[in-house]
């Protein structure tokens, strides 16, 4: 069957990698000032691995997804730096070459499946509308794909379910539907982007294990974004922790639980529930907030919450640089697990409550 295409089908390149985001920015301005979202990312993936990307609401984590799919508008937005998917420059695609590789051969997984899904919409026409654009196929091919996908997803009764509307499925069934209109044309990348917000616990895990299936099976690069350092394990291949619209902290999934240098990260994890911990057991939140992106501090960008903050902190950003384990890297002063970083969490400890940092309490 003869395939349509807008653009010409990404190729990949040699053995580099699918995906090369290199120093980017994605700034928005706003009548309080440059909102500094996305502030000097670069990263790789390569073909059918598994990148988590983890760090608080606000941190830059959606903005960074959406911004390498190209979805931010234009106007109003300030985009620097440079992403390459396979032979493809992002970066420097119009709209209508992006819209012919949006489905076919880059897809989002959004984290919120109501505003995601068409409500006046059949599921059937927006699961068969991609493959009908991008694959030229039949009407009756279409469908009949479209029920394969339903099936594949867990999705009982897809015959039926396709003349259904959105509302009239739970959210665990809305998200599944999202994911399988997302993995329809079979693309290349696949971000995901908080894809389990607002489902609880069970059905949580059945759409995290799906997506990893699928992705295993259709041999697909996947991006998972997440506030839960919880959920890359075990599911991601690296990680990369975000924090205030820069990158603190990257490694090996298994080496950053193993051996995380960045305060931050740790904060993460210990402010994560444990199932081994008694009922009623208090969350360990991270004090303070994140900065105002439209006013960031100098130095570093944790410091005002980070319980081994020494002055030098707030005077110079730390630059990333390597750890003892392989392709680890970090950006603080004072990592956690060193010398360094034992001498001024003990000195913070020794300052008590009224010390000039306010995590050091």
């Known amino acids: 069957m003869s395939r349509k295409r807008h653009i010409h089908e990404v190729e990949d390149l040699d053995d580099r990698p699918l995906l090369q985001v290199e120093d980017l920015k994605t700034h928005f301005r706003t009548d309080h000032g440059l909102v500094r979202s996305v502030d000097g990312v670069s990263f790789t993936l390569e073909r059918g691995r598994t990148l988590g990307i983890v ?15 190209g979805l931010l508008p234009r106007q109003g937005v300030v985009h620097e730096g440079r992403v390459r998917f396979g032979d493809v420059e992002l970066s420097s695609a119009s709209t209508a070459e992006l819209r012919g590789l949006w489905g076919a051969q880059m897809s989002i997984i959004f984290q919120d499946p109501t505003t995601a899904l068409n409500p006046v919409v059949r599921i059937g026409r927006q699961l068969t509308e991609s493959l009908r654009y991008h694959l030229a196929m039949s009407r009756f091919d279409a469908r009949e794909t479209a029920i394969a996908l339903l ?3 867990g999705l009982p009764e897809p015959e039926h379910r396709l003349r259904w509307f959105p509302h009239q499925f739970s959210g665990g069934m809305q998200q599944r539907i999202v994911i399988a209109v997302a993995i329809a044309c079979g693309p290349k990348l696949l971000l995901a982007d908080e894809p ?3 489902l609880d616990v069970t059905v949580s895990a059945q759409i995290l294990d799906l997506i990893n299936r699928l992705q295993q099976e259709r041999y697909m690069s996947m991006i998972l974004v997440t506030h839960d350092l919880s959920v890359v394990t075990g599911r991601t291949d690296d990680v990369l922790v975000m924090y205030a619209g820069k990158i603190v902290e990257r490694a090996p ?7 995380m240098r960045m305060p931050y990260t740790e904060a993460l994890l210990r402010s994560a529930p444990r199932l081994a911990s008694p009922s009623h057991t208090r969350l360990q939140a991270i004090p303070g907030s994140p900065p105002n992106p439209a006013a960031l501090p100098l130095g570093c960008r944790f410091a005002a919450r980070c319980p081994y903050a020494q002055p030098r902190c707030t005077a110079e950003e730390p630059p990333m640089r390597d750890a003892e384990s392989l392709n680890h890297q970090f950006a ?3 990592p956690v697990g060193t010398p360094e970083g034992r001498r001024a969490l003990e000195e913070n400890r020794a300052r008590g409550p009224a010390a000039v ?5």
């Open 196 to 198: 389990t917000t607002g």
């Open 332 to 334: 603080c002063w004072y």
């Open 357 to 361: 940092f306010p995590g050091t309490a």
């Open 55 to 69: 760090g608080e609401s606000g941190s830059g984590k959606s903005v960074l997804s959406q911004s390498i799919m």
């Open 151 to 153: 099936r594949s997803v």
């Open 253 to 259: 999934t298994a080496t950053l639980f193993r051996d």
